[in-house]
T-cell receptor, first 118, second 110 residues
Framework: DGGITQSPKYLFRKEGQNVTLSCEQNLNHDAMYWYRQDPGQGLRLIYYSQIVNDFQKGDIAEGYSVSREKKESFPLTVTSAQKNPTAFYLC?????????????????FGPGTRLTVL | GQQVMQIPQYQHVQEGEDFTTYCNSSTTLSNIQWYKQRPGGHPVFLIQLVKSGEVKKQKRLTFQFGEAKKNSSLHITATQTTDVGTYFCARVYTGNQFYFGTGTSLTVIP
């Protein structure tokens, strides 16, 4: 089955610890995204990557870091510098990188990771 | 200028009633997408609108894009309990960045 996997589904960490959330896709998509969702709010973009070894900050990148060493993988690290890390984190992918027309840019989401910092 | 505002934030309807959510932007949109997120789930793409005045239907769902391409709406006719969830609009910005509205949470009362 093709799709996006995120692990783990639930994650608990102590305050001050860094934590890395996994996101893997086998859809052969160029672009990958990380969003944060808080209760009653929409999705806010943390980081996105349109191609391997390249990524850009979104609206709320402070306290987060990413890497894109492989097309299939886009892990997100929530660092201790993130002041309010407890949230639902969603990873997404879409077909186009920088060289494809924007009409083919439906986003496919993973099941999400719910992070709780104690 | 990148935000899209969505109203209402919450809507409770009796099963069988109609439902509409609106998405508004202060700037012209190149396109607008709609997603549905079931409770406890993840957003799932519903549709993309590109042309001014465009209307698309999916069974009981009707999607519209305004003539000025600054607003969009999603209308559900005769809601069912399976329609429960949060509906998001999203604008696609240059560089394939996506900006999501705050969503409308729909509750359907049987």
């Amino acid at each position: 089955d093709g799709g996006i996997t995120q692990s783990p589904k639930y994650l608990f960490r102590k305050e001050g610890q860094n934590v890395t959330l996994s996101c893997e896709q086998n859809l052969n998509h160029d672009a990958m995204y990380w969003y944060r969702q808080d209760p009653g709010q929409g999705l806010r973009l943390i980081y996105y990557s349109q191609i391997v070894n390249d990524f850009q900050k979104g609206d709320i990148a402070e306290g987060y870091s990413v890497s894109r060493e492989k097309k299939e993988s886009f892990p997100l690290t929530v660092t201790s510098a993130q002041k309010n890390p407890t949230a639902f984190y969603l990873c997404a992918s879409s077909i186009p990188g920088p060289y494809r027309p924007s009409s083919y840019n439906e986003q496919f989401f993973g099941p999400g990771t719910r992070l709780t910092v104690l | 200028g990148q935000q899209v505002m969505q109203i209402p934030q919450y809507q409770h309807v009796q099963e069988g009633e109609d439902f509409t959510t609106y998405c508004n932007s202060s700037t012209t949109l190149s396109n607008i997408q709609w997603y549905k997120q079931r409770p406890g789930g993840h957003p799932v793409f519903l549709i993309q609108l590109v042309k001014s005045g465009e209307v698309k239907k999916q069974k009981r769902l009707t999607f519209q894009f305004g003539e000025a391409k600054k607003n969009s709406s999603l209308h559900i006719t005769a809601t069912q309990t399976t329609d429960v969830g949060t509906y998001f609009c999203a604008r696609v910005y240059t560089g394939n960045q996506f900006y999501f509205g705050t969503g409308t949470s729909l509750t359907v009362i049987p």
